[in-house]
């Protein structure tokens, strides 16, 4: 069982009081949809983006809920407009119809989940707002400040090990045999990519580059790991 508490004016929390409103939701209470505790239905990772929330079950789902104004819940339900969502599941014909989910990721206004496969390698999904280029790919609306609800993959050359998304950027650990990079992508205003390009300005970068080693991450800004 999941329980949330807070500010649910987009549902969320995954709870149906006081959506819409800015009234708060005090009382701890459970998030609705998940029903039992089922093996398929029990949850093994959450994550949070700023107004929408995923979650992984031990069956290799993904849930979502939230709002989807830019698409970032990764189901056409109220896709490009400012409603309240309750938890529903992503079907996994919209994440290549094979594997199973294995890694969430929430960012601000989008999503990224991997979905690793029968033979042990693996997918990257993104859905969401494409305005900095978050979504890693320039076939969804680069730079648009519009919504994306079709997950697509993103070019990765290596093997996803962890990833981070802080408000609108990406960070990606990747490793393979003997090689570990860190790859990173979207807005890069605050320098927060790592790298020089569109440095200081709101210009998308949308394909995940090379850079360093270990990262730690927050919403605008990623640092070292030591």
């Avoid at 079950?57 to 490009?80: E, F, I, Y």
């Avoid at 998304?165 to 990519?193: E, F, K, M, T």
């Amino acid at each position: 069982e999941l329980v949330s508490f807070g500010f649910n004016f987009y549902g969320e929390l995954g709870r149906s009081e006081n959506v819409l409103s800015l009234n708060p939701v005090s009382a701890p209470g459970l998030v609705q949809n998940f029903g039992g505790v089922a093996d398929a239905e029990y949850v093994e990772q959450l994550s949070m983006g700023c107004n929408h929330g995923l979650a992984r079950t031990r069956a290799g789902q993904v849930w979502s809920w939230g709002t989807n104004a830019k698409g970032q819940l990764g189901v056409d339900q109220s896709s490009g407009m400012a409603k309240a969502n309750l938890p529903q599941v992503v079907p996994m014909e919209r994440l290549g119809g094979e594997g199973k989910v294995d890694l969430v990721v929430a960012g601000g206004t989008f999503s990224i989940v991997r979905v690793r496969l029968a033979d042990s390698t693996s997918k990257l999904f993104t859905a969401g707002s494409n305005r900095y280029g978050q979504l890693g790919r320039a076939n969804a609306n680069l730079g648009i400040e519009t919504f994306n609800s079709v997950f697509d993959m993103v070019t990765l050359s290596r093997e996803t090990h962890i990833i981070g998304a802080g408000r609108h950027h990406a960070i990606a650990l990747c490793n393979d045999a003997s090689v570990v990079s860190l790859y990173s992508w979207g807005n890069n205003r605050y320098g927060q990519l790592g790298q020089l390009r569109n440095e200081g300005t709101d210009a998308p970068n949308y394909e995940p580059e090379p850079i360093l080693s270990q990262f730690w991450r927050s919403e605008e800004h990623t640092s070292e790991l030591q």
